[in-house]
């Protein structure tokens, strides 16, 4: 896979995912003193004001719900505001977090709203998952996780104004993205991510072990250049080095772990064929809320 492509799946996984309380270990610098780590869930306010007049609400009847656009109108969409930004989900009825869409061929009649979440990407949908509209109104909401089907029904205004009206609006919790996914021939894996939003774009944090055991290797220092990148650990140096075009001008990329004199081979994995077993197996997403629907249904 060449740098760029790489970089354009990175850039769709975190515009999938929205912004992000658990943290790995600390990390310690110089002199033993704690270096701050980011946490890998973190609340960013959204301001939803430009849109509160449209939006309705919808409940499971459980305490779960869902804020949401319709269809029609999202015409009266502010001139700038982003069209995706159409529907936020709560466990509580207290924060609402938004989960971009797309919208699904239907007609005004029968519609879907799709977001992603990269739990399940291993079914050849990439995380899709879908919110069936199966009235204009709104009135009926079907919601798909898996094979799992989970009604709504849209809520009086009278009852749900109280509600809209005291929560709050922020950007999905998670606030990582992975980067590279490698492994050796002995079932390792070496994870990197960084952080999902711009001012902590170097915020890169290595992963290293077995499926389900995977653990935190704080950082001594990266270099990242057109060459390549190289992660340095205590235990050791991840090293990724972007080869010359093939004939058919694709650049490839190799992987090595380098422990003193010794170097491991590591076969490069693709990310969105593997987006499943990042964020439900390999270990460090584990238990960690996306901030979807399908975090609870």
């Known amino acids: 896979m060449n740098r760029a492509l790489n970089t354009s799946i990175i850039a769709l996984v975190a515009l999938a995912l929205g912004g992000a309380t658990a943290s790995p270990a600390s990390a310690r610098g110089k002199k033993g003193k704690k270096k701050i780590v980011l946490p890998m869930t973190a609340k960013r306010a959204f301001d ?8 309705q609400l919808a409940t499971d009847g459980k305490g779960r719900y869902i804020a949401f656009v319709r269809h029609k109108d999202r015409k009266q969409f502010p001139k700038k505001w982003q069209r995706g ?25 029968k519609y879907s709203y799709d977001f992603r979440d990269p ?11 879908s919110i069936v509209f199966t009235k204009d109104n ?6 798909q996780c898996d094979e799992r089907k989970t009604p709504f029904k849209r809520m009086d205004p009278a009852a749900a104004t109280p509600i809209l009206d005291k929560a709050t609006w922020e950007y999905r919790p998670f606030n990582r993205t992975p980067t590279n996914l490698a492994r050796d021939d002995r079932g390792v894996y070496y994870l990197v991510d960084n952080a999902m939003w711009p001012e902590h774009a170097k915020d890169f944090r290595v992963y290293r072990g077995m499926r389900g055991a995977m653990k935190f290797l704080p950082l001594k220092g990266v270099a990242d250049d057109s060459a390549g990148q190289v992660f340095s650990t205590r235990k050791g140096h991840l090293r990724y080095v972007v080869k010359n075009p093939n ?4 650049q490839t990329r190799r992987a090595e772990w380098i422990k003193g004199n010794r170097r491991t081979k590591l076969t490069v994995l693709p990310l969105w064929p593997n987006l499943r077993l990042i964020y439900e197996e ?12 399908c975090d609870d249904l």
């Open 247 to 250: 004939s058919d001008g694709k």
């Open 48 to 55: 939803v004001t430009p849109i509160r007049s449209l939006l």
């Open 119 to 129: 739990r399940h990407a291993d079914d050849g949908s990439r995380g899709i998952r």
């Open 85 to 109: 930004h159409a529907l936020f989900y709560s466990a509580d009825g207290k924060a609402f977090h938004l989960n971009r869409v797309g919208i699904s061929a239907g007609s005004p009649i």
């Open 282 to 293: 390999l270990g460090p997403y584990i238990g960690l809320r996306q901030g979807t629907p």
């Open 138 to 143: 709104g009135d009926t909401l079907t919601v």
